[in-house]
């Protein structure tokens, strides 16, 4: 039995250890280890509820939009706040302009070099990947030109030596199985999706003044003033730009990001059998259709056993089947205690100890719900939207389905996209169902203010006595919660659960293992010494162990000494 341990994974957010035990080129045993100590919640402990959006995008630098909007949704939860259409709209459009950034930049910049071989693109023909990349989709910059232009990039950085991004790639790797016109063509791409990511994330900046770290959130609403006749404030001049972006935005996605995917996908079809892990999947409603959170533009729920006949809905703000169902279990994670806590409740004592294979090795904590771990994502998003009839996702994934069972020959279902590939295939689609949307939410922005509607807030009032709320969003990486006790108008208790907690959780009392490690199990090892299969179902998950892991002395005392592994 041999131990390959992978420390730290690379193009991922934060500090993520991955121990994996291989036998016969298969792993049997597997960890996954927070390896970050950092904090913000007990920071928010006696501040003021209307601050808390401030810090709680702070606890990472690439999720910080859906950490704002999801501490907003809790303080507006507790006091039983609706905020005006308009303000509904706004962060709608907010969330989903992130969301197709940071997917993009996901597959191409952060996984794609898992699948994609670098230097078998040099012995590419850009005449027959133009060929190819024609035959796929009509996108207008794949050219043949544009193809040799790539590929003289690319000798040009192999000939200076300093290969940059593409350093340290396991180039030639056994389980690199794409061709060179194949590897070209996902290059071209990987190069031209660094100007369409910049594109979503200039959405963001438009509406919320800055990115990363809105400032145009309030509880309550938004700061965005509008009237149309002032150059200042949001006015159809901005909000044009903004439908420019987005129609340049769904083109990428349409005909260069899921093209792409299904392309990679059926030369890999063997990866839809690796990596399903954990198949009870959570995710939660978002896009707000009216001013309480009663109806969404995307639907929440739960599947229990990877079965989508089990799904049982989400639908509402305040919902108290996801209320009351959420706990975490610190009994393997370097927390003071084995229990574990409803979120109003939760701790977080810190208590440092070496890696322990059988005590505790994370400083992630262990969600469960209902006493069970569960899988969040764009996979359980679709997978939750598919079981309940969504008319977007049922047809992005029916089209899907068909044209990866044409490519491969084989009759690929749900229970295919239960996967390392899957993942990947579902955060595809899902960008662009949130792209449709994002044109439905824009319309319905346009046709309010065209009625005379210019509402952007509701002032909250803070009673005497204890409130408890808390606010969900399904965020790019999936279901995040945040969990609020206001006491006389100060946060007493303040608790996030993100979705690289769920993910990346260690096992909890039970010796129920979390989705990482579940997912590993089984998956080939071809070469110790390279372990890339292990990368690519880690990183089809999108991890930010940034997010997972919050804890500081607010005095700034040293409180532990933390070795480093």
Known sequence: MARIVVDPVTRIEGHLRIDVEVNGGTVQKSWASGQMWRGIEIILQGRDPRDAWLFTQRFCGVCTTVHAITSVRAVENALGLEIPMNAQYIRNMILIAHAMHDHIVHFYHLSALDWVDITSALQADPVATSRLAESLSPWPYNSVQSMRATKAKLESIVASGQLGIFANGYWGHPAMKLPPEVNLLAVNHYLQALDYQRKANQIVTILGSKTPNIQNLAVGGVVNAINLDNQATLNMTKLYQIKDLLDEVLAFVQQVYIPDILAIGSLYPEWLGYGAGVKNYLAVPDLPLDTAGTQFDLMGGTIMNGDVSTVKPISRFGDEYFRDNVEESIAHSWYDGSDSRHPYDGETVPNYTDFQDD?????????????????????????????????????????????????????????????????????????AIIGDLALKHWGLLVENIGSGDTDIFNAPVFPRGEQRGFGFHEAPRGALSHWVVIENGKIKNYQAVVPTTWNASPRDAGGQIGPYEASLLGNPVADAERPLEVLRTVHSFDPCLACAIHTLDVDGNEIAKVRAL
Not at 369 to 391: D, K, N, T, W
Not at 407 to 414: C, I
């Open 359 to 431: 005590g505790k090795y994370s400083w992630v904590k262990s969600p469960r719900f209902a006493g069970e771990p569960m899988q969040v994502g764009p996979l359980a998003q679709i997978l939750v939207g598919y079981a309940q009839g969504h008319e977007l996702t049922v047809k992005w994934v029916d089209t899907a389905l068909s044209e990866l069972s044409s490519r491969t020959g084989v009759n690929v279902g749900v229970g295919h996209v239960q996967s390392t590939l899957g993942r990947h295939a579902a955060r595809a689609l899902r960008c």
